[in-house]
């Protein structure tokens, strides 16, 4: 009796699962699932070892483990210094209106990927929000959700980055593409605040602080972004076929920016020796690793083709599955990059085996805006837990405000993915 890959890869998902629901470090759960997943699809020992072995070495993981390393030694450096805080003290007067003021805070802090960094945001909601009618729910509303309208897009996060490097497309690409998606975020996510209940003008503040300081502070993340985009741009053109030509100008840049943080604080020997050997940061590098050697057993042991093929035959429609895998991987264990790592592989080897790759990048978007709401709106999403503790909020009267503005989103992400596939018809005829 021959068993059903579909039933086979599900057995998968639930072990890892299970495996994360039961503390189970993220690199860990995809290694097993690696090895269960090869026995189950018919890989023997020898060519496992040598699929596991070649997705570690391969240029594209250490690429991604040491951009992913980068973003995560600028975010932590910019943090212990204190830039960060001086970054938003600096920023604080440039902008009078209280509501806007509520939303651009903990705005500003999800520039930088840090987790439960929603808390970090909060004492200054806060103080914003006493001089508000809102209170304690919309107040950590405001504060979880303004919090990640960055990360549908925005490149020092490591999902975005392992979403390119999965998919093997262009950064900017995705960045450009994926961009609007915070424009409606900010949109939905800024409605509850649009009533006239809040008033238009700070209190009892005069003048305006001058923004050369702002910007000061602003230099690495400007680094970042600018240096990226144009030495990314120049080594590709430059250098096509080099290691690793696509990531060069993001390492370059993100180093340039550490150098920066470090040099500008002064950070001591000791303090960026105590960054650099972070258990967090070794775990982070082991969890890439660990996602690509999953994606590598999925693609040497053919379980996409076999799926893939028993999917036609359900005739199971592409779209449900690209949007509900997600979501329900996002929503059970609440972190991005565990969504995005162990659903994109199956998701754009099915895609392209179904015959969908020349519009690969619609696909993955409406993926990743279905498994981010699936993050957004789990209870077990950091952020979420530690905003409505300091707020004091319930999650009942908290979710009360988010699942609009997530609604609106979803929306907006099945509308743009039914323009971009009209556009591309249009173009194709």
Not at 57 to 69: E, G, K, Q
Not at 70 to 81: A, H, K, N, W
Not at 299 to 321: G, H, N, Q, T, Y
Request: aromatic share 10%.
């Amino acid at each position: 009796m021959q068993i059903s890959a579909l039933f086979k890869l599900v057995v998968v998902f639930v072990l890892m699962l299970v495996a994360i629901r039961r503390d189970i470090s993220l690199g860990s759960t995809f290694v097993l699932s690696s090895l269960l997943l090869g026995v189950l699809f018919g890989l023997d020992a020898a060519s496992m070892a040598v699929s596991v072995l070649s997705s570690v070495l391969s240029s594209r993981t250490i690429a991604l483990c040491a951009v992913v390393s980068l973003i995560l030694i600028l975010s932590t450096s910019m943090e212990v210094s204190g830039h960060m805080k001086r970054l938003l003290t600096k920023f604080r007067g440039m902008v009078r209106s209280p509501r806007v003021n509520l939303a651009i805070f903990p705005a500003l802090i999800g520039l930088l990927p840090m987790p439960g960094g929603a808390v970090f945001s909060a004492p200054m909601v806060r103080e914003i929000g006493a001089s508000t009618p809102l209170d304690p729910h919309e107040l950590s509303y405001v504060n979880y959700w303004f919090r990640h309208v960055w990360e549908y897009w925005w490149p020092l996060y490591p999902g975005i980055i392992l979403v390119v490097a999965l998919a093997d497309l262009s950064l900017w690409a995705v960045v450009l593409y994926l961009f609007p998606l915070t424009l409606v975020a900010l949109g939905a996510g800024y409605y509850p605040l649009a009533g006239n209940r809040l008033c238009r003008e700070q209190a009892g503040e005069t003048g305006r602080p001058p923004v050369t300081p702002f910007l000061r502070e602003l230099i690495p993340i400007l680094l970042v972004i600018v240096m990226g985009l144009v030495l990314g741009e120049l080594f590709a053109l430059l250098l096509p076929e080099q290691f690793p030509a696509k990531e060069a100008g993001l390492v370059l840049s993100l180093a340039a920016a550490i150098g920066w943080v470090w040099v500008r604080n002064r950070v001591d020997a000791g303090t960026v020796r105590s960054i650099i050997l972070s258990p967090r940061l070794l775990g982070m590098i082991y969890m890439i690793a660990s996602i690509m050697v999953f994606q590598g057993v999925m693609e040497d042991s053919r379980a996409v083709e076999a799926v893939s093929a028993e999917l036609k035959m359900l005739d199971v429609p592409l779209v449900a599955i690209v949007m509900m895998l997600p979501f329900v991987v996002g929503a059970i264990v609440g972190i991005t990059v565990a969504f995005v790592g162990s659903t994109f592989p199956i998701l754009i080897a099915l895609v392209v085996s179904l015959g969908r790759g020349d519009i690969l990048l619609p696909y993955l978007m409406l993926a990743l805006v279905s498994g981010f709401m699936g993050v957004l709106l789990s209870p077990l999403h950091l952020c979420l837990q530690l905003s409505n503790k300091y707020f004091g909020a319930s999650m009942r009267e908290v979710y009360r405000h988010l699942w609009l503005p997530s609604a609106a989103v979803l929306a907006s992400a099945v509308l743009y993915f039914v323009l971009s596939l009209l556009v591309v018809d249009s173009f194709m005829r």
